[in-house]
């Protein structure tokens, strides 16, 4: 078992930044593979950045490249997603998300433990 517990979440102007955190407890950090998801209102839950175990290897969706860095921390057990350049249609309930694999899944089949969200609102 894998508990996930994220932070960070709030109100922003567009052009804004934030960091979202995302704690992880239950099992090796190391041994797994961590993901961050969206979803807004009226639409499907998407991927928008993931990271391998090691750290080494992350990838992200076109929509957020260039304005989001994912990081992890393996002492620490966390997970971050720093936001830069904010804009409204990134409003959404942030989900992070740990998969039992070494490269994260871009599906969100492939996570099997999930955090509870954290509100993200960007206002114009």
């Known amino acids: 078992q894998v508990q996930l517990v994220e932070s960070g979440g709030g109100l922003v102007q567009a052009g804004g930044s934030l960091r979202l955190s995302c704690a992880a407890s239950g099992r090796t950090f190391s041994s797994i593979a961590m993901g961050w998801f969206r979803q807004a209102p009226g639409k499907e839950r998407e991927f928008v950045a993931g990271i391998s175990r090691s750290g080494l290897n992350t990838g992200s969706a076109d929509s957020v490249k260039d304005r989001f860095t994912i990081s992890r921390d393996n002492a620490k057990s966390t997970v971050n997603l720093q936001m830069n350049s904010l804009r409204p249609e990134d409003t959404a309930v942030y989900y992070c998300?740990?998969?039992?694999?070494?490269?994260?899944?871009?599906?969100?089949?492939?996570?099997?433990?999930w955090g509870q969200g954290t509100q993200v609102t960007v206002s114009s």
């Open positions: 998300a740990a998969a039992i694999t070494i490269f994260p899944p871009r599906s969100a089949d492939g996570y099997g433990y």
